[in-house]
């Protein structure tokens, strides 16, 4: 397993690459910070202080984005850059992708922990079930994972790929009705709900908050369903690329 | 950098092509390639740009699958890409493959990881590596920082980590300062004192001849030439090359130079023309006089062969654009 | 004006400015309208956005020029950086204004309520040209395109908020509400309150002229950093 060694490798590069530590940890921080002051005195409909429902969506919002260096790394090394040097080394290609990508998942988790950590000691924000939420937001974060190799493998230009990933997350908040209120229809109610994976994230915490573990492993389990599905078809899309 | 090797028998076929052709659809990138690579050898990969030098590479490595032929590694025809002989090839690509993000150190500990060698080893090797590209003291910056000779300087280390046997070498010096380039040829020597079988792959006569044992010329997808250097030579040998600056090269008629007896090829190259005539012809004063007629001479001079004339006779034309060199 | 041609022929050449400098202000038309606020459609108050990020993807247009060379290949030519700069901003507000003009007469066409859309309209025009003149000033402290575009956008996210486009400025603490004056967005915001409530004429000027304001500093800035 000499793939093993790269590992660490691979974390240093994801560290360094200060855009997406911007991007993922800074900028939802100062987000978070603003909103907090902003709403520190509103209550939602249940009672729930709203910047408590705004720092839940922040944290997953980010989520959305976390393929970007997963999809910027496989794409610079296995297509691109460092194809050919990659290529005549004595290991396996697919693994050491596979390897990319659980790096990606990890570095994605933990900066979610970061901003979970930092909301509930500097901004008094109480996470009731941190092991719920550590979850969904693995699930999240790998499934943008997938996406994000899916449309790198399946079109050419890695540009039009970025768009697409961009797209998948900027698509996902609007779906959620985070920015206006989305026309009620079949397909805007079912990308709103069950078909958005932000909404399902947001809905299974809420119940999980609320005790209702049914309907929280209900909700996370159609996430899972969605990863174990994509992951298939990721995997053909890598190989019809030749990976 | 010292090389010590148990495995090394002499004059064994470190990789061979046998009749390989590759096609990109009905255009035939490699036509019907036969290549032998000897332990020890230093072989100059010759050919202008898009004569198929990288993707004889990247078959030779197994990159890219051929349509027909056969190739053999270290022996082994049945699985030539083992992650076996793998262990034993080390490639400098063309591009500059190194990670932005790492130090030129952690860059060499990724290599030296992935070719399996141990902690201490890896250690050592990294030093030894970083030391034999002169980039002892920059190991810990990171080469985003340095200059393109550096980085190409850096892109070679990262092929050594693990002493290949068996080394290939892609344009190495491709756009860097002559400085940077003379630090490579020197690498490069030596590396062959070491035993270090060497594909070199350039389009720089100059550095062939500097460095190789021996040359393969390769143009539009076929080898077209093998031999050392001095074999080669010795092919033209029995032309003259005189070069004659002219005001206005495009005015004198090649055509008409080619006619006169003796004459075997003329083309203009800048503002000069390049007259190949047979040895002994004593066709000088009439080539003049008719350059003379159509345009001032500013300048003639006489050349001994080389790789270039080697080239350009076998060819009809210059390995590199005038605007390159 | 070649290079104000050009500027144009490079913008529309690229498929994803196409489709940024089309789809997108046109799907603004078909935003709903609030409950309570923003007093606009949606399409209108989040038109703001679009126009900052249009902004500074034209204006990288000249980062990229700065990083290839081609402006120093300029340099030597019979051109003043003056005019450089003037024709490839001028392509880019044309552009812009086209896009105001499409959102508003557009939204108009579709039956949206805009009060005064005339005036509207003025209030995008300004607010675009502050957009670029910033996003010039932006550019001219980087060397990379990706970095700058980047770093933009997070700027982006901040100022949009902060300057009450996503949220009323009214639920925001003192200081915040305060602190808001200084981004143009606020300024946005404020001019499509005017819109919707103003009566006072002196107040859309002032609005204006802040927004101008932006844009003449900020010219100013980012012209001085030449090319090389």
Not at chain 1, 75 to 92: A, G
Not at chain 2, 5 to 21: D, F, H, P
Not at chain 2, 270 to 294: A, M, P, W, Y
């Amino acid at each position: 397993m000499r793939v093993l060694s790269t590992v660490k490798f691979t974390v240093l590069r994801m560290a360094r690459n200060y855009i997406v530590l911007l991007l993922l940890l800074v900028i939802p921080i100062i987000l978070i910070t603003i909103f907090s002051f902003i709403l520190s005195e509103s209550v939602t409909e249940t009672g729930v202080p709203y910047h408590y429902q705004n720092a839940l969506t922040m944290v997953l919002v980010f989520q959305l984005f976390a393929g970007a260096i997963v999809m910027y790394l496989i794409d610079h090394d296995l297509f691109k850059e460092n194809r050919m040097r990659i290529y005549t080394l004595p290991f396996n290609q697919r693994m050491y992708a596979f390897s990319i990508m659980i790096c990606g998942a990890g570095y994605s988790i933990l900066l979610g922990v970061l901003l979970m950590i930092y909301t509930q000691f500097v901004l008094g924000i109480i996470w009731a079930n941190w092991a719920w939420m550590i979850y969904i937001i693995s699930l999240m974060a790998i499934l943008s994972i997938i996406v994000c190799l899916i449309f790198t493998f399946s079109v050419k230009k890695y540009k039009i790929a970025e768009r697409l990933s961009e797209l998948y997350g900027v698509g996902f908040v609007v779906l959620a009705g985070l920015f206006f209120p989305m026309p009620e229809n079949i397909f805007f109610d079912f990308f709103g709900t069950y078909g958005n994976p932000l909404t399902l994230s947001i809905m299974s915490i809420n119940e999980m908050g609320q005790s209702n573990t049914g309907k929280a492993w209900f909700q996370a389990n159609i996430l899972l369903v969605a990863i174990v599905l994509l992951f298939i078809v990721m995997l053909n899309l890598g190989r019809r690329r030749k990976l | 950098m010292k090389v010590t090797r148990n495995e090394r028998v002499n004059n064994m076929t470190i990789a061979s092509m046998q009749g390989v052709i590759k096609r990109y659809g009905s255009h035939v990138v490699l036509d019907y390639i036969d290549l032998d690579i000897q332990e020890g050898e230093i072989i100059g990969l010759l050919g202008p740009n898009g004569a198929g030098k990288t993707t004889l590479i990247q078959t030779l490595t197994g990159m890219i699958p051929f349509d027909r032929g056969k190739i053999e590694l270290f022996g082994n025809s049945k699985n030539p890409f083992s992650n076996q002989n793998k262990e034993r090839i080390g490639l400098v690509t063309q591009e500059i493959t190194i990670f932005e993000e790492l130090t030129a150190k952690e860059n060499l500990q990724f290599f030296a990881g992935v070719y399996g060698l141990k902690r201490q080893e890896k250690k050592k090797r990294v030093e030894e590596a970083l030391e034999f590209v002169g980039l002892a003291d920059k190991g810990n910056k990171v080469p985003a920082r340095f200059s393109g000779g550096m980085k190409r300087r850096l892109n070679i280390a990262c092929a050594l980590t693990h002493r290949p046997r068996f080394l290939i070498m892609d344009e190495p010096t491709v756009g860097i300062d002559p400085q940077s380039r003379n630090y490579i040829l020197e690498a490069v020597k030596k590396l062959r004192e070491n035993g270090t079988t060497i594909l070199y792959t350039t389009h720089y006569m100059e550095e062939v001849q500097a460095i190789a044992s021996s040359v393969t010329i390769m143009d539009q997808g076929q080898i077209i030439k093998n031999g050392t250097v001095e074999e080669l030579i010795q092919t033209v040998q029995h032309e003259e090359k005189v070069r004659i600056d002219v005001t206005d090269p495009d005015s004198v008629p090649v055509n008409s130079l080619e006619k006169i007896a003796g004459v075997k090829k003329a083309i203009v190259a800048g503002s000069q023309i390049i007259i190949i005539s047979t040895f002994g012809s004593g066709n000088l004063d009439r080539i003049i006089t008719l350059v003379k007629e159509h345009a001032g001479v500013l300048g003639i001079q006489a050349d001994k062969p080389n790789l270039e004339d080697v080239f350009l006779t076998l060819t009809g034309k210059q390995l590199r654009d005038k605007e390159e060199e | 004006m070649t290079i104000f041609r050009f500027a144009l022929k490079r913008v529309f050449g690229n498929t994803t400015n196409l489709i940024f400098l089309t789809i997108f202000p046109i799907a603004c038309i078909f935003l709903p309208k609030g409950e309570g606020w923003p007093f606009l459609p949606y399409g209108y108050q989040y038109f703001g956005i679009l126009i900052l990020f249009i902004g500074i993807r034209l204006a990288t247009i000249i980062l990229e020029d700065r990083g290839k060379g081609v402006v120093k290949r300029l340099a030597v030519a019979p051109v003043s950086h003056f005019q450089y700069l003037s024709q490839n901003l001028l392509a880019y507000s044309v552009i812009l204004i086209l896009q105001c003009a499409i959102v508003v007469y557009g939204g108009i066409l579709f039956g949206q309520e805009l009060y005064q859309p005339s005036r509207l309209f003025l209030l995008f025009v300004s607010f675009c040209f502050a957009s670029l003149a910033i996003a010039l000033a932006w550019i001219s402290f980087y060397r990379r395109k990706d970095t700058s575009f980047l770093l933009y956008m997070s700027l982006i996210f901040l100022i949009v908020v902060l300057g009450g486009l996503i949220i009323p400025i009214e639920i925001f603490p003192d200081l915040l509400k305060r602190i808001a004056v200084i981004f143009p967005t606020y300024w946005l915001a404020e001019g499509l309150n005017w819109i919707v409530f103003g009566e006072n004429i002196l107040d859309f000027l002032l609005i204006n002229s802040v927004l101008w304001l932006y844009t003449i500093v900020c010219i100013i800035i980012g012209s001085t950093r030449k090319i090389y």
